[in-house]
């Protein structure tokens, strides 16, 4: 406090500096410490042959300093009694939940021993369920940058520098792939890069919305920190305003590569998702098979209310484009094959296993051998494991693999060990907290999710197809029945300050940033217009003064 004092009387600016890179550090060392608190004990002899039948080898583990850090994510879970015994060893009690960031693993993957089966795959993902008082809050956000003077998209080498200032100003460790910098990480945070060079934070498991909020915050003081001294802005949309896909660069990362031959294959649309696109989406734990299916069906049938509530994507090539989210409508032709509302989750039979078969049935991307990834798209990861993948035939797939295949699925809600709800436009700082808040007062208080469970229970396929198809146009105008999506959204958001207010956190405010949303059923979007039409006299450059961050 001392320091601070004379800080304070020395310089306010520096002060304000020091003062959030240690709420960073800080809160970095909170995300941390489930990691470092490990237990003392070794693995017994079993317990090393175990681990050696699953291809995973002592040296790599052991001997290293991160090696009870990164055992947890090699692990196969065909003895899973057993496999709960050795997370044990790293003091947890189940798989970590920590989010994964679309960048290369650190090292490469073991190679496996023996076939994964299904009943791997299905416990995976089945790993993810924890008690309620464990389940966590995870926000990913992208932003696009530009410079002020041009408004052109940032360059790779200028995102290069802007990495390398954030890291050794606000201590991140830098992720590479071959010579290039293409990430950062801190603590369970990671900062990555899109196809584009969308700026991308995942943020760590939170216990709160102010937490959530607060992370948001430190992330953009420190980019920002960084950013203005070279003359770069970044811009909170839903799709690039301005800029045509020739001017978008590319960003030197092979699993993008594979992705930007192989989309214009399979949709019209691909490659503008890839390059022109930004979204805003929470991460949420369940607590059982149960669990999980009543959020996944919760979270469908409403991602169209949440596309319509954050509608901010009006703009294509310097004028509207005919969409209030056109990021939404984008994902409508990008690949069928890997996107969309998933009616099978409201099948009476749905659950991990049928989440299983149908994420084996959509074709593979790639697979990362020996630091580089090899171009598998349009395979099976049915053959892969049974040897018969023809860019490596006779290799079997890891946990590794089948984590990234996972990655590469984009339906409106995305399963993994933790539910992903995706359907909203990126946008200004405070929609970025307002958002998590939404899903959090619907899915993580119990009498608000059977509200909307009791809401949705009679929607048809055709009609939530419906509401997907249509939103991205007319947003909240969208007619539904004998009414609106705006009445529709008035209640959800009713029932959403209703669940934040039984948990008790003092939370409802960061809903604010919707209420006049709703209320007046004017999206984002539609004011964007309006200025566009009016003040900024049919130009989209002040768009990037207006959502500038």
């Given at each position: 406090?001392?320091?601070?004092?004379?800080?304070?009387?020395?310089?306010?600016?520096?002060?304000?500096?020091?003062?959030?890179?240690?709420?960073?550090?800080?809160?970095?060392?909170?995300?941390?410490?489930?990691?470092?608190?490990?237990?003392?004990?070794?693995?017994?002899?079993?317990?090393?042959?175990?681990?050696?039948?699953?291809?995973?080898?002592?040296?790599?583990?052991?001997?290293?300093?991160?090696?009870?850090?990164?055992?947890?994510?090699?692990?196969?879970?065909?003895?899973?009694?057993?496999?709960?015994?050795?997370?044990?060893?790293?003091?947890?009690?189940?798989?970590?939940?920590?989010?994964?960031?679309?960048?290369?693993?650190?090292?490469?993957?073991?190679?496996?021993?023996?076939?994964?089966?299904?009943?791997?795959?299905?416990?995976?993902?089945?790993?993810?369920?924890?008690?309620?008082?464990?389940?966590?809050?995870?926000?990913?956000?992208?932003?696009?940058?530009?410079?002020?003077?041009?408004?052109?998209?940032?360059?790779?080498?200028?995102?290069?520098?802007?990495?390398?200032?954030?890291?050794?100003?606000?201590?991140?460790?830098?992720?590479?792939?071959?010579?290039?910098?293409?990430?950062?990480?801190?603590?369970?945070?990671?900062?990555?890069?899109?196809?584009?060079?969308?700026?991308?934070?995942?943020?760590?498991?939170?216990?709160?919305?102010?937490?959530?909020?607060?992370?948001?915050?430190?992330?953009?003081?420190?980019?920002?920190?960084?950013?203005?001294?070279?003359?770069?802005?970044?811009?909170?949309?839903?799709?690039?305003?301005?800029?045509?896909?020739?001017?978008?660069?590319?960003?030197?990362?092979?699993?993008?590569?594979?992705?930007?031959?192989?989309?214009?294959?399979?949709?019209?649309?691909?490659?503008?998702?890839?390059?022109?696109?930004?979204?805003?989406?929470?991460?949420?734990?369940?607590?059982?098979?149960?669990?999980?299916?009543?959020?996944?069906?919760?979270?469908?049938?409403?991602?169209?209310?949440a596309t319509a509530i954050f509608a901010n994507?009006?703009?294509?090539?310097?004028?509207?484009?005919?969409?209030?989210?056109?990021?939404?409508?984008?994902?409508?032709?990008?690949?069928?094959?890997?996107?969309?509302?998933?009616?099978?989750?409201?099948?009476?039979?749905?659950?991990?296993?049928?989440?299983?078969?149908?994420?084996?049935?959509?074709?593979?991307?790639?697979?990362?051998?020996?630091?580089?990834?090899?171009?598998?798209?349009?395979?099976?990861?049915?053959?892969?494991?049974?040897?018969?993948?023809?860019?490596?035939?006779?290799?079997?797939?890891?946990?590794?693999?089948?984590?990234?295949?996972?990655?590469?699925?984009?339906?409106?809600?995305?399963?993994?060990?933790?539910?992903?709800?995706?359907?909203?436009?990126?946008?200004?700082?405070?929609?970025?907290?307002?958002?998590?808040?939404?899903?959090?007062?619907?899915?993580?208080?119990?009498?608000?999710?059977?509200?909307?469970?009791?809401?949705?229970?009679?929607?048809?396929?055709?009609?939530?197809?419906?509401?997907?198809?249509?939103?991205?146009?007319?947003?909240l105008q969208t007619p539904f029945r004998d009414?609106?999506?705006?009445?529709?959204?008035?209640?959800?958001?009713?029932?959403?300050?209703?669940?934040?207010?039984?948990?008790?956190?003092?939370?409802?405010?960061?809903?604010?940033?919707?209420?006049?949303?709703?209320?007046?059923?004017?999206?984002?979007?539609?004011?964007?217009?309006?200025?566009?039409?009016?003040?900024?006299?049919?130009?989209?450059?002040?768009?990037?003064?207006?959502?500038?961050?």
């Open positions: 406090m001392v320091i601070l004092y004379f800080l304070i009387l020395a310089s306010p600016s520096r002060t304000f500096e020091v003062f959030m890179a240690l709420v960073s550090n800080a809160s970095s060392h909170y995300m941390c410490s489930d990691i470092l608190h490990q237990r003392q004990e070794r693995p017994t002899s079993y317990d090393m042959a175990y681990l050696e039948k699953c291809g995973i080898y002592r040296d790599k583990f052991f001997n290293t300093k991160d090696g009870l850090r990164n055992l947890s994510c090699s692990l196969r879970s065909s003895e899973k009694k057993h496999v709960t015994s050795l997370y044990s060893l790293t003091g947890r009690k189940r798989l970590d939940s920590t989010i994964v960031a679309a960048s290369p693993p650190t090292e490469d993957v073991v190679v496996a021993a023996e076939p994964l089966t299904k009943e791997d795959l299905v416990s995976y993902l089945s790993s993810g369920c924890k008690p309620k008082e464990e389940w966590r809050i995870g926000t990913e956000h992208e932003k696009f940058g530009f410079e002020f003077e041009t408004l052109r998209p940032m360059r790779y080498d200028q995102i290069a520098n802007l990495l390398e200032g954030i890291a050794e100003r606000f201590d991140w460790e830098k992720v590479m792939e071959g010579d290039k910098i293409i990430g950062l990480k801190q603590g369970k945070q990671s900062i990555s890069l899109e196809p584009g060079g969308q700026f991308e934070l995942s943020g760590a498991p939170l216990e709160t919305l102010h937490q959530t909020c607060a992370e948001v915050n430190s992330h953009l003081y420190q980019v920002k920190a960084v950013a203005e001294e070279m003359g770069i802005g970044f811009l909170g949309i839903g799709f690039q305003p301005k800029w045509w896909l020739k001017d978008i660069p590319v960003m030197p990362k092979g699993r993008y590569e594979i992705m930007r031959r192989y989309m214009p294959k399979v949709g019209t649309l691909g490659l503008d998702m890839m390059f022109r696109t930004c979204t805003v989406q929470v991460n949420l734990d369940f607590s059982s098979e149960h669990d999980m299916i009543r959020k996944f069906r919760a979270g469908l049938a409403l991602q169209p209310i994507s009006p703009f294509k090539e310097g004028k509207p484009n005919g969409f209030l989210s056109m990021r939404s409508h984008i994902w409508s032709d990008t690949d069928n094959n890997r996107t969309g509302m998933l009616p099978f989750v409201f099948d009476d039979s749905f659950g991990f296993e049928q989440y299983v078969d149908y994420a084996l049935d959509v074709p593979m991307y790639f697979v990362y051998r020996k630091k580089k990834y090899i171009d598998c798209s349009g395979m099976s990861f049915r053959d892969f494991m049974i040897g018969k993948l023809p860019p490596i035939p006779g290799e079997l797939p890891t946990l590794t693999d089948w984590e990234n295949h996972l990655t590469t699925i984009f339906p409106e809600v995305r399963l993994k060990r933790y539910l992903e709800m995706r359907g909203a436009d990126g946008g200004p700082w405070r929609r970025l907290c307002a958002l998590p808040a939404f899903w959090v007062g619907l899915l993580y208080d119990e009498a608000s999710l059977q509200k909307v469970l009791d809401l949705t229970s009679d929607w048809t396929a055709e009609e939530r197809q419906m509401l997907r198809s249509k939103v991205p146009r007319t947003g009414s609106l999506v705006k009445h529709i959204a008035e209640d959800v958001v009713k029932l959403a300050r209703d669940g934040l207010e039984r948990r008790g956190y003092k939370e409802t405010g960061f809903l604010n940033e919707v209420d006049e949303v709703v209320r007046t059923g004017t999206t984002p979007a539609e004011k964007l217009l309006k200025l566009y039409h009016e003040k900024w006299e049919e130009s989209v450059d002040p768009v990037f003064e207006e959502l500038l961050y």
